[in-house]
């Protein structure tokens, strides 16, 4: 199975952006979708962000307008634009198959707070 491992958080502030990227361990070509999820302290894993291998994107509510998510195949690697951040974005980011979630790796933080 491809692995994934992200980064890019960090601490912003409210109204601010970051871009996380997701990098695969092999060719994710042929993976059909894959999203981003988060955990927020004390909530469950929800989606934010998917795309498909033909650039089809689906949004959680929450983020449309605000989040873009991307990928580039030939670097084997997803983006996700946070743009307009709010504190209720605070969570640990993860990216996964969209579809089929495997292991989890370890995320990475991202804080909003002024």
């Known amino acids: 199975q491809v692995q994934f491992v992200e980064s890019g958080g960090g601490l912003v502030q409210p109204g601010g952006s970051l871009r996380l990227s997701c990098a695969a361990s092999g060719s994710i070509r042929s993976i059909y979708a894959i999203a981003w999820y988060r955990q927020a302290p004390g909530k469950q894993r929800e989606l934010v962000a998917s795309i498909t291998s033909l650039g089809r994107t689906n949004y959680a509510d929450s983020v449309k307008g605000r989040f873009t998510i991307s990928r580039d195949n030939a670097k084997n690697t997803v983006y996700l634009q946070m743009n307009s951040l709010k504190p209720e974005d605070t969570a640990v980011y993860y990216c996964?198959?969209?579809?089929?979630?495997?292991?989890w790796g370890q995320g990475t933080q991202v804080t909003v707070s002024s």
């Open positions: 996964n198959n969209g579809n089929y979630p495997h292991s």
